[in-house]
């Protein structure tokens, strides 16, 4: 039971599986509402400018009517005048055909936004499946987009039976009036039955569009199962980022291993902590921890430091202090200069010593290690030479 529930879609949309919908061209979108503002921007172009689209196209109709004698002798005549006529024609009703494009686009994106999707235009051979064109056929989309239609049909029969029924009188008198007069009132009243009409498809616009938006949303609901999921693709798979950090722990084990032999001593607790310190002459600055650990990693870097030969120091209060409070590849603190130079000393000292050109220096007795930098807050009077 678990499981099932796992896999209903009860979940709503991620903002990554919006995103990658609307990459595909799953956006929300409202045919009513386009040709809802289709019509209306149609008919009310046609109202305000029907008063110039007659008188223009009254004087191409009489310039087609009218017989040029010269057409008898001259072909192009006939043409020059039918190109001119057909051009003022065009010219007319450009300025609607611009205004039925751009409500067109506006419409488009009103509610997904503006969107060019490669994928959208790819095909699908599923579509082609004649099984599910049957489904679709018989789905609850398709039962929804004829009830639609079938309530559209409707409501814009009723509305028109009613607007041609209240002006059926001043409709009849148009044809006992003048032609002129007839073609105006006749266009005027066209128009106004045709903008009632458009607006009563207000009805199905303010149904139709919160539908979309609501359908939009509920198709691309997700399953528990689809949000672990996703969670696990953006975040990584707990395994794989698991490995990763041991793959970068032990790549920057195998770094700090390296650089112990060419450290200048170990400073030791002397078998919980080992810490290696190097100072870079002519660089500056003050000795840096190069390398350091606990436990196994802490007997590594003894074993490595012995077998290059690196000096190493059972110091415990320092080790523990340079241990919890430098990180790798850093300076050491100003309150532990006063402990770590005394080391130094002591190992440039043991070089020379080697070298023959010195004497056995003494192990550094009482170092200055402050307590509040030892975890354990205990002082050692003394450090011991282990190697």
Known sequence: MAEDSDLEKTEPASPRRLDKAREEGQVARSRELGTFLAIVAGVGGLWY????????????????????????????????????????????????????????????????????????????????????????????????????????????????????????????????????????????????????????????????????????????????????QENKESDGDPYIKSRMRQQQRAMARRRMMSAVPEADVIVTNPTHYAVALKYHEGRGGAPTVVAKGADLIAKQIRTLAAEHRVPTLEAPPLARALYHNVDLDHEIPAELYSAVAEVLAWVFQLRSWHEGTGTLPTLPQHLAVPRALDPEGQAHPSARHAS
């Open 49 to 228: 400018s029907g008063g110039h689209m007659y008188q223009t196209l009254n004087g191409v109709l009489r310039g087609g009517l009218w017989f040029d004698p010269r057409i008898v002798s001259d072909t192009h005549v006939m043409l020059e005048t039918a190109v001119n006529s057909a051009g003022r024609a065009l010219l007319l009703v450009l300025p609607i055909f611009g205004l039925l494009m751009v409500v067109g686009i506006f419409s488009s994106v009103a509610l997904g936004g503006f969107l060019i999707s490669a994928k959208a235009l790819e095909p699908k051979f599923e579509r082609m499946s004649p099984l599910k064109g049957i489904k679709r056929m018989f789905g609850a989309q398709t039962l929804i987009e004829l009830i639609k239609t079938l309530s559209k049909a409707v409501l814009i029969g009723v509305v028109g039976v009613m607007v041609i029924w209240n002006y059926r009188g001043e409709m009849l008198s148009l044809s006992q009036a003048a032609p002129t007069e007839a073609l105006s009132r006749g266009l005027e009243l066209v128009a106004l039955c045709c903008m009632l009409i458009a607006a009563s498809l207000v009805i199905i616009v303010l149904i139709d569009v919160p539908w979309q938006l609501w359908n939009h949303h509920k198709q691309l609901r997700m399953s528990l199962q689809d949000v672990k």
